[in-house]
């Protein structure tokens, strides 16, 4: 079965500061796709990124990065010189590759940016 | 950049009511996907729909649910006697191909509120 545990429940930074969310996932599977999607207080999913299993380049976006390992099965995500607006709820998700478009998701991380 | 659209916002009902929630997905898409967030939750896959018909669905996707893409535009979910743990955010998604190798397109959501 596949799993992604998101052990951070709540995060509080202050502004400019940085900031890494952890994501560990559970999958038998070989070839897998990861996402990263953030719920502002509005409450859409915002896509952020998407990696599938045989690309382990590390990425950057603005502010953004990623740190995919599959040797601890982590996809950690890190905001760079954070800002208020910033903070949301980061879901980590889950696909297999020969699947629909089944996402599994975490439980989510709350990130406060504070002022 | 195209979206999915999804109506009502908030839809608030009685225990034991039948409730319609309505998505219009992006235009060329061919796969349409319900997903679940109850309050301070994980989301939830609920069902996907291809062809006309249901191609996966979750255990929690029992008889009181049903989808239906009643023309060539809309993509409803359907709860035929609604109780209190079916109150939740309900999304609804769309992509062009099935699995990961293609971004899912979220909707903003519909908050059903069952009382």
């Known amino acids: 079965a596949q799993k992604v545990t998101q052990a951070q429940t709540e995060i509080s930074v202050v502004e400019k500061e940085d900031v890494t969310l952890d994501c560990v996932y559970e999958?038998?599977?070989?070839?897998?796709?990861l996402f990263w999607y953030k719920q502002p207080p509005s409450g859409e999913l915002v896509f952020l990124i998407r990696?599938?299993?045989?690309?382990?380049q590390n990425e950057i976006s603005g502010r953004y990065s990623w740190n995919f390992q599959k040797s601890t099965s982590s996809f950690n995500f890190t905001i760079t010189a954070s800002q208020v607006v910033d903070s949301a709820v980061y879901f980590c998700?889950?696909?297999?590759?020969?699947?629909?478009?089944?996402?599994?998701f975490g439980s989510g991380t709350r990130l406060l940016v504070r002022p | 950049e195209p979206e999915v659209t999804q109506t009502p916002s908030h839809q608030v009902t009685q225990m034991g009511q039948e409730v319609i929630l309505r998505c219009v997905p992006i235009?060329?898409?061919?796969?349409f996907y319900w997903y679940r967030q109850i309050l301070g939750q994980k989301v939830e896959f609920l069902v996907s729909?291809?062809?006309?018909?249901?191609?996966?669905k979750s255990e929690i996707f029992d008889d009181q649910f049903s989808v239906e893409r009643p023309d060539g535009s809309n993509f409803t979910l359907k709860i035929r006697s609604t109780k209190l743990e079916d109150s939740a955010m309900y999304f609804c998604?769309?992509?062009?191909?099935?699995?990961?190798?293609?971004?899912?397109?979220f909707g903003s959501g519909t908050q059903l509120s069952v009382l």
């Open positions: 998604a769309s992509s062009g191909y099935s699995g990961g190798d293609e971004k899912l397109f």
């Open positions: 999958t038998r599977d070989t070839t897998y796709y």
């Open positions: 990696r599938n299993s045989f690309d382990e």
């Open positions: 998700a889950l696909i297999l590759m020969d699947s629909s478009y089944k996402l599994i």
């Open positions: 235009s060329n898409h061919l796969y």
């Open positions: 729909f291809y062809n006309n018909e249901i191609s996966e």
